[in-house]
């Protein structure tokens, strides 16, 4: 499997008024061809966020993409110019959303929005556009495809409108294709009619799929590949097996003790309520994450080096990567720890000055 | 006392919605069509369904909420005055029935007249006196006063935390606010109660005179869980109390309501559409489909051996968070049927697998099978 898309060191922050906001601080990851790709994280973790950097979404101001590369088949898109990216969105990489409703325009036809991106991305007539939309409208499976087209995104259930964003996104059959939370708003059933259409349609295009999810029941249905996300960086990223069957970051641990599974005994043995085993605490604030690991206030394997610095992410086997100092001792080198240490290594040179000077 | 806490008897409730939107013409949006339930003392009942599917509407015609437009609910239900009630009350739908049927002669006798005259003081007068006999235990004919002493007994977990505490309260006002007008504690008791409630669902006594704005989801929902306790209610019905929380956040608040349960002898109505959230939490579990109940049974029971079509395909469409499990997602066919004008006979026989001639005409009661499991339909799969 060849790499389609390599993320290096994003860092998204977002400057509000006397303060930062670290939403994406620090992600590395990769997207193989005709991989899918789960992102899984509760709110507030930089999990969409990293995916508008990728398609350079994010509102500036307040947002600002501060360092990283993002390299799509080698080339980086956060160097692109404006027009040159234009060529990338829809084209190569595209996006669907969590909300049908807001993210299709309620003044234009659904055939119109699909037929905008072939006109732009392969040079169609307005004409060909319109029947290759009722094609794609079809192809999602839309009943009567060829009256849909003229339809307004009011006219449509949410489950047809997400099936109308997915047109959209397929329309120029995208190398990579992110969905953001595409199943969250409707209800299970649709939500399955949803899973198993974009899993026909990867299996027929190939294309790779970043699947970005806070409900790790979907992500067992449906990705190849896991990654664990927690205030803005990346904890854990495995297999989707591993994840589920060997999970080593304690938060990921506690992700998993957090869900009822279905069809699980609910009673100890003596007849009393089996309690899940609930994360303590709530995520830490956006604007001041503790010093060392961001998981330590909440963690129940907390060290006391967990405090001071940062763990990095690690392999600990093949294609196993977890952030924690149960697993390694090597610290993820912020500027924070960076300037610590300086301050530390000036702290003991004075020292040694010091006490130089009173041999002398 | 006997051991049912609650009995729901033929709930109905319809909505108006313009037939257009430049229409002055009205529909009726039958959101609860005929409900019937029954918890015991200590026991969660989950209500399960799509959106739409009218749990929320059942949950809060519990609390007249929302005013019900026909049905009973009975709070300690008595055997005698339930079943004298349900005699008189199918009495008024036999003479209603008759009264809609001459009404809709277009050319009427003078007899027909006098018929329609007739009924109508009847079922006027069956009315009266069936509300009459209900109204000890009745929630809907119950008068203010009655009403009011049993009100505090029902009381309910609201989905939206941020909606639903009043951001001009402080913590100790929102949650003192129920026992200060029924003067269940005053003065300094009442500080010591909030201060005992607040300790129960896991927050700091400082919380108390903090305003809602500065807590975060979860511990909102704990807010609104210490508000409903603070009466000390028999039945807490909970409208989707984790579904905006996060999943760490949710387990949180599951395992506070399992030990308050405990603690607070409580009997819960679980509304959620997480069905393994529901699983986890319930005793019993009734799934819902357009207004209709049309599965009950006991919640591992119903999970390991789903009976009604619907039920079987709303649980094959759940995604199960373990990569052992097979995983293939079976969802029913098609989009749920609009509720003002829903499909003839049994309601979900257009995306039925199972349908035959007899589902399209007649609209099939809950029955019970040897299982224990009370569906609704003519022609359940697998026997």
């Known amino acids: ?128 556009a319109m029947k290759e939309s009722a094609r794609l409208l079809g192809l999602v499976g839309m009943s009567d495809p060829e009256e849909r087209v003229n339809e307004y995104p009011f006219q449509l259930s949410g489950g047809l409108r997400q099936r109308a964003m997915i047109a959209i996104a397929m329309a120029c059959e995208p190398d990579i294709m992110i969905a953001d939370e595409p199943t969250t708003a409707l209800d299970v059933t649709i939500q399955a009619q949803i899973l198993k259409l974009m899993s026909d349609l ?108 940062e763990p990095a992410l690690v392999h600990t086997e093949e294609g196993h990567q977890v952030r924690c100092f149960l697993y390694n001792d090597d610290v993820q080198e912020t500027p924070a720890y960076q300037e610590a240490k300086a301050a530390q290594g000036l702290l003991r040179r004075k020292r040694r000055a010091s006490a130089a000077g009173e041999t002398r | 006392m006997n051991d049912t806490l609650l009995k729901v008897v033929g709930l109905r409730k319809s909505f108006p919605v313009k037939a257009s939107a430049f229409s002055s013409k009205t529909l009726g949006l039958k959101a609860v069509d005929g409900v019937n339930l029954e918890l015991k003392r200590g026991e969660t009942l989950g209500l399960v369904g799509e959106s739409g599917c009218g749990k929320t509407t059942v949950g809060r015609c519990l609390l007249r909420l929302y005013e019900p437009d026909t049905g009973r609910v009975y709070l300690d239900p008595d055997d005698q005055i339930v079943s004298e009630v349900f005699e008189m009350d199918a009495e008024r739908e036999a003479l209603n029935g008759e009264l809609q049927e001459l009404d809709a002669q277009p050319t009427k006798t003078q007899a027909d007249k006098a018929r329609i005259k007739s009924l109508k003081r009847d079922i006027s007068a069956n009315r009266a006196q069936a509300d009459e006999r209900a109204k000890t235990t009745d929630l809907l004919s119950m008068d203010r006063k009655l009403l009011k002493a049993n009100r505090r007994r029902v009381q309910m977990v609201f989905q939206d935390p941020w909606a639903s505490l009043n951001p001009h309260m402080v913590v100790k006002d929102i949650i003192g606010e129920g026992p200060k007008e029924y003067g269940t504690h005053v003065g300094q008791d009442l500080d010591r109660w909030v201060m005992e409630l607040l300790e129960k669902v896991g927050l700091p006594p400082q919380a108390a005179n903090r305003y809602p704005h500065e807590f975060s989801g979860g511990q909102r929902q704990r807010i609104g869980i210490a508000r409903a306790l603070a009466l000390t209610p028999s039945l807490i019905v909970c409208d989707e109390p984790v579904s905006a929380l996060d999943v760490s956040i949710q387990a949180q608040i599951l395992n506070l309501l399992i030990s308050l349960q405990d603690d607070f002898n409580l009997t819960f109505v679980f509304i959620a559409h997480d069905l393994s959230v529901v699983q986890y939490i319930s005793d019993r579990v009734a799934v ?96």
């Not at chain 1, 994406?24 to 899918?36: K, R, Y």
């Not at chain 1, 990921?252 to 957090?258: A, D, I, K």
């Not at chain 2, 599965?295 to 373990?322: C, F, G, K, M, W």
Request: proline content about 8%.
């Open chain 1, 1 to 128: 499997m060849s790499k389609l898309l390599e993320v290096k060191g994003l860092k998204t922050h977002f400057h509000m008024h006397g303060y930062t906001v670290r939403a994406v601080d620090g992600v590395d990851f990769d997207l193989n061809s005709g991989e899918t790709l789960g992102i899984v994280g509760e709110s507030g973790c930089g999990k969409s966020q990293t995916s508008m950097s990728i398609m350079r979404l994010v509102p500036d101001p307040p947002g600002k993409i501060e360092a990283g590369e993002v390299l799509f088949k080698g080339t980086d898109l956060l160097k692109l110019s404006d027009v040159e990216m234009r060529k990338v969105r829809g084209n190569n990489v595209s996006m669907i959303f969590q909300e049908p409703m807001t993210s299709l325009n309620p003044v234009y036809s659904v055939g119109y929005q699909i037929s905008e991106v072939l006109m732009l991305h392969r040079d169609m007539t307005k004409e060909e």
């Open chain 1, 202 to 309: 990867k299996a027929r295009t190939g294309t790779s799929i970043m699947f970005i999810t806070h409900d790790l029941a979907v992500i067992a249905s449906f990705a190849d590949r896991v990654m664990v996300m927690y205030a803005g960086v990346v904890v854990e990223q495995s297999s989707m097996r591993d994840i589920f069957k060997k999970p080593l970051h304690p938060y990921t641990q506690g992700l998993l003790g957090s869900i009822p599974v279905l069809g699980e005994v609910k009673r100890n043995t003596d007849g009393s309520r089996r309690l899940l085993n609930a994360i303590a605490g709530s995520l830490p604030d956006h604007r001041n994450f503790p010093k060392g690991c961001r998981f330590a206030p909440r963690c129940n394997k907390v060290m006391s080096k967990c405090w001071e610095a």
């Open chain 2, 288 to 383: 819902m489909y357009l207004g209709k109940v049309v599965e009950t049974a006991p919640a591992q029971q119903l999970y390991a051996n789903p009976r009604h079509p619907y039920t079987i395909s709303l649980l094959s469409a759940v995604p199960v968070a373990d990569p052992d499990h097979p995983n293939e997602l079976r969802p029913p066919e098609g989009d749920v049927p609009s509720p003002v004008n829903p499909p003839s006979g049994c309601t979900f026989h257009p995306r039925c697998s199972y349908k035959t001639d007899v589902c399209t005409q007649i609209v099939p009661a809950l029955e019970k099978d040897q299982d224990g499991h009370v569906i609704a339909c003519h022609n359940p799969p697998n026997g």
